[in-house]
């Protein structure tokens, strides 16, 4: 039960922290935009941000109750991350490679900051936070110790 806890917090802080990013990134860098588009991609990014932290913590906690190693965990970040990011590059990659670097619209920099960094965020947060405290995700070593309570 405690492994689920810290890796259902490690989730939730992991969430959190996106919405913080996309919060931010609206208050640095409004849309200047059309508007329907900037509402649009705050709403895509408001939606998936959380399917993904969803997907985080099916993945981890697959990771930590089935092998529980650190080798896991990094399976478990890339199973969501790798398909996420070719998805990203093929889509905003054919958009882009055809302008210049100072020719990318305003609408691509919003789609970056509000969908695809949250996003991210919402798997890396959690890996790390379970990689910094992997050992407590460990099952107690009960050897020594019976379960009425005495020492053999």
Known sequence: MRRFLIILLACALGLAMAFAFGFAANLLRPCTGEGLSCSMTKVI???????????????????????????????????????????????????????????????????????????????IVPWAVLRRFANWLEPAKVTGISFNGGVR
Do not use: M
């Not at 985080?56 to 996420?84: E, M």
């Not at 998805?87 to 490679?97: A, E, G, P, R």
């Not at 210049?100 to 991210?120: C, K, N």
């Open 45 to 123: 990014g408001f939606i998936y941000t959380p399917v993904f932290g969803v997907v985080a913590l099916i993945c981890f906690a697959v990771a930590v109750f089935w092998k529980g190693s650190a080798r896991a965990l990094n399976i478990a970040l890339l199973v969501p991350l790798v398909p996420f990011l070719l998805l990203v590059v093929v889509l905003k990659y054919s958009d882009i490679s055809v302008r210049e670097f100072h020719e990318i619209r305003e609408r691509d920099i919003q789609e970056i900051l509000q969908i695809a960094i949250p996003i991210v965020l919402t798997l």
